[in-house]
């Protein structure tokens, strides 16, 4: 199955959403020479960068299935099935990251396996993010949703999936058990010392 890593939920040009309007440092006007440029300060140099935003999502599995979780009303694509996941904190490493959101979302402690793919999206003009994607396996806790999500289910492979918030976790999800029936579990490995729950909760301080 071929690879894909970068996936669009929106047509036309691919444009930053709007950023400060004043220096969070001066409050000075911020302004640009052109739409194209970066706003910047002309007081103290303060530039208003725009960058992706780091996630991560983990793909759960249990032999032929998968665990995905129904989205709020609330999330960005309510009512529509995803991976758990979500953006990283200043202070994490991407694998506490994972841990956690696993938990807020699942309730499940689990053990991340290997690193299965990284992707940008282009979600909306103003949120694009680049997601790590994790393979993982549950070793605790009793499932139940939380946070995001407000109903869980297992869907067995092959099977239908439920309709599916985001692109490139319905990829994820074909592409692993695709590559998974003709030999060993897919992915990089990762640092162990990071790649199950730890109670002190410090990130990479760990």
Known sequence: MEVHQ???????????????????RCATELARATEAERAACRRCGYVDYRN???????LVADGPRVLLGKRSDRSFQGGKWALPGGFIEYE???????????????????????????VSNFLAP????????????????????????????????????????????????????????????????VDQRFSSSDPSGLGFLR
């Open 92 to 118: 994490e490493d991407f694998l506490s990251a994972a841990l956690r959101e696993s938990r807020e979302e699942t309730n499940l402690e689990v053990r991340i396996v290997s690193i299965l793919s990284v």
């Open 6 to 24: 970068v996936f669009s939920m929106y047509s036309g040009e691919r444009q930053p959403g709007a950023g400060f309007r004043y220096c969070p």
């Open 52 to 58: 992706p935003l780091p996630g991560v999502v983990v």
């Open 126 to 189: 103003g949120l694009h993010t680049l997601v790590v994607v994790l393979l993982a396996e549950a070793c605790g806790g009793e499932a139940h949703a939380g946070d995001d999500f407000v109903e869980l289910a297992w869907y067995e492979h092959p099977g239908p999936l439920p309709p599916m918030a985001f692109p490139a976790d319905t990829h994820i999800i074909e592409r692993y058990f695709r590559d998974r029936s003709g030999g060993p579990l897919p992915g990089a490995p």
